[in-house]
């Protein structure tokens, strides 16, 4: 049993000793590969062309906590998509970062600064604004949390709309209803057929006017296109975005230089290599002992 890993030499300097401590052994890289039999799982962004040369293949671990990059497996082989309680902490850290940048005006005020205007605006206390937050996964949950504990009344969406404490939850049917309730909606869910194309001209229609959004979800969940008519009408107020369509951005890109825009370069989390090995070893002692492969993703929902 080997776990063959397609990614950095960082990684793999880091992932080695790691599984090794515990009797796995990896391979780092296809080339380094000598029997293909040997590999019982690949880890990577995204699998080598041919996985048909792999005949004792049995799961694929996506080294992020999205899935939305990877190709249809062949049958048989499982796909388990990397979970990191400082990844996820990381993503949080940004959603709050970025809630308070709109709660409290931020983009207005880097905007007046450049033109070297002093110009207060009405401050809003947490309470006052109220939050949606679209996904309530492991990132959106901890999202909830922490901007509960700031004081802004939070709501969610989920795809089961199972209770989450603190939150009022909408179910997938109930996505116009929250934007109509969102001050800043937040975006946190995978990209899916369901959810591609989700932030829309009709969502921005039915959110407050003046209201923000915030995205870390997957750029092709966001029409670029609604965003902009959007925050031209002042339908939306502004908005903080670290994941975009196309990414990267091209350095001409109209969203760098709208004046109520924020972008960030899709860093609101970076897999921390150790963590991400320990999360390998959990897949590859789930396979040694046939107990459960965390991360486990169900190919009907694709997430
Ligand atoms: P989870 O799988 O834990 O949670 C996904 C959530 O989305 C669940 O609450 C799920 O509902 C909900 N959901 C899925 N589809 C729908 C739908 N059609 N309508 C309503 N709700 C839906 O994912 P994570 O929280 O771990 O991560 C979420 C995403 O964040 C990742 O897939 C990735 O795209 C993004 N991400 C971005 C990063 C960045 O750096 N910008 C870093 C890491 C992740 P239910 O609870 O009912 O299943
Ligand atoms: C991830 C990401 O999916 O960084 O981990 O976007």
């Known amino acids: 049993m080997a776990l063959l890993l397609v990614s950095t030499p960082e990684r793999q300097a880091v992932w080695g000793p790691v599984l090794a401590a515990a009797g796995h052994r990896m391979i780092a890289g296809e080339a380094a590969v000598t029997d293909p039999a040997e590999v019982t799982a690949i880890a990577c962004w995204t699998p080598p062309a041919d996985l048909g040369r792999y005949p004792r293949l049995r799961a694929v671990i996506s080294v992020g906590a999205g899935v939305d990059q990877m190709p249809p497996l062949p049958p048989g082989v499982a796909l388990s998509r990397t979970l990191a309680q400082g990844l996820e902490a990381m993503v949080r850290d940004w959603v709050v970062m970025a809630t308070l940048m709109l709660a409290r005006d931020m983009p207005c005020y880097l905007d007046q600064a450049r033109a070297g205007l ?16 679209l996904g309530l996964g492991r990132i959106g949950r901890l999202a909830a949390e ?38 800043v909606l937040v975006c946190l869910l995978p990209l899916t057929s369901r959810t591609r194309g989700l932030l829309s001209t009709e969502v921005f229609a039915r959110m407050p006017a003046g209201a923000g959004l915030v995205h870390a979800g997957r750029g092709a969940q966001l029409d670029m296109a609604a965003l902009r008519a ?26 760098w230089s709208h004046p109520r825009l924020v972008v960030t370069p899709h860093v609101a989390a970076q897999t921390d290599p150790a963590e991400g090995a320990r999360h390998a070893l959990a897949v590859m002692e789930a396979l040694r002992e046939g107990g459960p492969i965390p991360g486990l993703v169900d190919p009907g929902r694709g997430y």
Do not use: K
């Open 230 to 255: 959007a925050l031209d009408s002042g339908r939306l107020a502004h908005a903080v975005l670290d994941v975009t369509d196309p990414e990267p951005l091209p350095p001409d890109h109209w969203a």
């Open 146 to 183: 922490s901007l509960g504990a700031l004081g802004f009344p939070v709501c969610g969406l989920s795809q089961s709309g199972d209770p989450v404490p603190g939150v009022r939850v909408f179910g997938p049917d109930g996505l116009l209803d929250l934007a109509a309730q969102s001050d």
């Open 118 to 133: 002093w110009q207060p605006r009405p401050v809003r206390p947490a309470s006052a604004v109220r939050v949606g937050i």
